[in-house]
């Protein structure tokens, strides 16, 4: 079953390019490099949960909103 668009994963790059971060601006947000988002983008490295958290802020997302943030991490860990 197909899952809908309320519970699909959010992809964190397509959030990111949405609202117009660069890569750099959220790795410097972070305190992180710019090569660690990219991992978490493409699914080859999981932020912790208060990276997750500080993505969310970053971000303005609703509880709900970051729960699909954290699912496309948890699917790709």
């Known amino acids: ?6 519970t699909k994963p959010i992809e964190p790059r397509a959030l ?3 609202l117009g971060y660069s890569r750099n601006h959220i ?5 992180v490099a ?3 988002v990219a991992g978490w983008e ?3 490295r999981t932020p912790s949960a208060s ?3 500080r ?3 970053i971000y303005s997302l609703s509880p ?4 699909r943030l954290l699912a496309f991490f948890a699917e790709a860990a």
Request: no cysteine; net charge negative.
């Open 42 to 44: 493409n699914g080859h």
């Open 64 to 67: 709900e909103q970051a729960g």
């Open 34 to 36: 710019s090569s660690t």
């Open 1 to 6: 079953m197909p899952k809908n668009e309320l």
């Open 55 to 57: 993505l969310a802020e």
């Open 27 to 31: 790795a410097n947000a972070l305190s």
């Open 16 to 18: 990111r390019e949405s």
């Open 51 to 53: 990276q997750v958290a």
